[in-house]
Nanobody
């Protein structure tokens, strides 16, 4: 069984920074893609950023230049460094991974989410 556990959410003032982490654990054979999505109150879940095992990244336009995604393949962990935060970034941030286990060649997995609140 695969688990994705996010950490690092919290309350931040506008203009501040925060780093989210997500560690994948379980019977993982290989992780192909890891990423972050977010869901604000009353809105649909949206892509924030993704990163391949080789380090190629993709960002939503609304975070380009402010957020940086990175990963530690040895620790099966993905990070999201968020800078210049504004109230519009308030959301639950979900970790996502597309990976292979011994039993499943390719599957998609989600964390339970980490709440980020940007407020003064």
């Amino acid at each position: 069984q695969v688990q994705l556990v996010e950490s690092g959410g919290g309350l931040v003032q506008p203009g501040g920074s925060l780093r989210l982490s997500c560690a994948a654990s379980g019977s993982i054979f290989r992780i192909y893609l890891m990423g972050w999505y977010r869901q604000a109150p009353g809105k649909q879940r949206e892509l924030v950023a993704t990163i391949t095992s080789g380090g190629s990244t993709n960002y939503a336009d609304f975070v380009k230049g402010r957020f940086t995604i990175s990963r530690d393949n040895g620790k099966n962990t993905v990070y999201l460094q968020m800078n210049s935060l504004s109230a519009e970034d308030t959301a639950v941030y979900y970790c996502n991974a597309r990976l292979a286990t011994v039993q499943v060649p390719v599957g998609e997995y989600w964390g339970k989410g980490a709440l980020l609140t940007v407020s003064s």
